[in-house]
DNA sequence: CACCAGGCAAGTA
DNA sequence: TACTTGCATGGT
């Protein structure tokens, strides 16, 4: 068998642990490295990460900046103003539950790290991540956000766009289990955090310009023919 | 006008 | 376990 033809083979049988790899270095080479997550400091991205819950970015991003502008953007600020949380995050929708998951969180973040974003980094990841879950507002994708992009630690995010594009392009159920999902990515990545924070930063910039909720097949899509695609 | 957006929790079967 | 529903503003 030839080199080409072998290549061909592959491509057409291509496992799914291959396509995950492969859709990362086609998606970096189409859009290049995406530096997220949008935020000045660890702290902003915690809230970030709530806010942002089922809600557009830009919407949040105004909240955020909105926040800034009254000098409240930090933990013990937020608390001695949490009357006026509701009003402040109202752009970013859902604006009641938003704020007694806000509160939740910045009571958990100062009762056990004193809101400092360095300390809470030193705990274990796992025992971290169980301890997130359990404040209320924050699910699987919210603590994994926040362990990775806020602290740093190699844990993959699987979101919407990731279930829409693996479910269109590599085979995916759309509505498979978070934690298995994630261990995919776990058993077929090197475990770095950086490459988990590109990698769904990429996917989120292909979801949103390219990959639609209601359209069938990726418009244009840069990475439709390196891919195989089903 | 309808539909969607970087989820989560509570309720039901 | 696996679905359904409420939450709410802002953009297309």
């Keep these: 068998m030839t080199t080409s033809s072998m290549t061909e083979t592959v491509k057409v049988q291509r496992s799914f642990r291959e396509k995950i790899r492969a859709l990362y270095h ?6 290049g490295p995406q530096n997220w997550w949008p935020g000045d400091s660890p702290f902003e991205i915690m809230v970030g990460a709530i806010l942002t819950q ?3 970015w830009e919407n949040v991003h105004r909240t955020l900046t909105d926040i800034k502008q009254e000098g409240i953007l930090s933990p013990h600020n937020l608390l001695r103003h949490r009357r006026r949380i ?10 009641h539950v938003k704020s007694r998951r806000l ?3 910045l009571k958990y973040f100062v009762g056990s790290y004193n809101g400092d974003a ?8 796992t025992a971290l991540r169980k301890e997130l879950l359990g404040v209320e507002g924050i699910g699987r994708e919210t603590a994994d956000c926040i362990l990775l992009y806020a602290l740093s630690h190699p844990v993959f995010v699987i979101d919407a766009y990731t279930r829409r594009i693996f479910s269109r392009h590599a085979f995916f159920a759309y509505n498979a289990p978070y934690d298995e999902l994630q261990q995919s990515f776990h058993d077929t990545l090197p475990k770095d955090a950086k490459v988990y ?8 910039r292909l979801g949103k310009g390219y990959c639609k909720k209601n359209e069938p097949r990726c418009a244009v899509c840069p990475v439709r023919d390196t891919v195989a695609l089903s």
């Design 26 to 31: 086609e998606l970096y080479r189409a859009f």
């Design 54 to 56: 089922n809600t557009r």
């Design 197 to 204: 924070n590109e990698y769904h930063a990429l996917l989120v």
């Design 103 to 105: 509160i939740a969180y």
């Design 118 to 125: 360095a300390l809470m980094q030193q705990k274990d990841c």
């Design 86 to 95: 509701p009003r402040l995050i109202r752009r970013s929708g859902f604006y």
